[in-house]
């Protein structure tokens, strides 16, 4: 299935030294160009990728953490937040790999990207990673390529909510719509 995006960006969690017990939760830091502010402009993530040691070298955000390897990944949920409730709740990292590695050999690799339906209260502070098992080397990083929009999937949306949707966006000034000129 392909998948085109708009905008991307990369978020980093790192799991630190202290994570040595089995189902522990490490959360995310908020991330302002994710973030639906009132009276803003709302941010619809779209889809969630992760990637592995195999897939980068280091991760782009910070120096001096390992990137996660395969068995981070699988060893790892991902819970978001949405309005105050874990909508997301509990996905296997390992689902939300969708880049083949070159070696070809210990990553796990989806054909299907994992796509959300117009999610755009995301409150990133509230979300985290869950490692179900003592990680075996800390520290690591989580890095996740998160695609979004200004914009829902208006294919997914019912007639009521692109009405809504649009009259939220014309009372915005400059609110950034693709058929806007």
């Not at 960006?9 to 639906?36: D, H, K, M, R």
């Not at 939300?96 to 959300?116: E, K, V």
Request: with cysteine; proline share 7%.
């Amino acid at each position: 299935m392909s998948f085109k995006t708009k905008r991307f960006q990369v978020v980093e969690l790192q799991i630190p030294a202290g994570v040595t017990g089995n189902n522990q939760q490490t959360y995310f830091q908020n991330q302002p160009q994710l973030q639906s502010i009132a009276g803003d402009r709302r941010v619809y993530i779209k889809k969630v990728e992760t990637f592995t040691n195999e897939n980068l070298i280091g991760s782009p955000l910070s120096n001096g953490f390992a990137m996660a390897t395969a068995a981070d990944l699988i060893n790892g949920v991902l819970v978001i937040s949405i309005q105050g409730e874990n909508s997301v709740n509990m996905i296997p990292m390992a689902k939300l790999s969708d880049t083949i590695s070159n070696s070809g050999t210990t990553t796990p690799f989806n054909y299907d990207p994992f796509l959300l339906k117009n999610q755009y209260k995301v409150d990133w502070s509230k979300s985290y990673i869950q490692t179900i098992t003592a990680p075996a080397v800390v520290p690591f990083t989580y890095v996740l390529g998160i695609h979004y929009d200004y914009e829902p999937d208006y294919q997914d949306c019912t007639p009521d909510e692109i009405e809504e949707f649009l009259a939220y966006a014309a009372s915005v000034p400059n609110y950034p719509l693709s058929f806007k000129k």
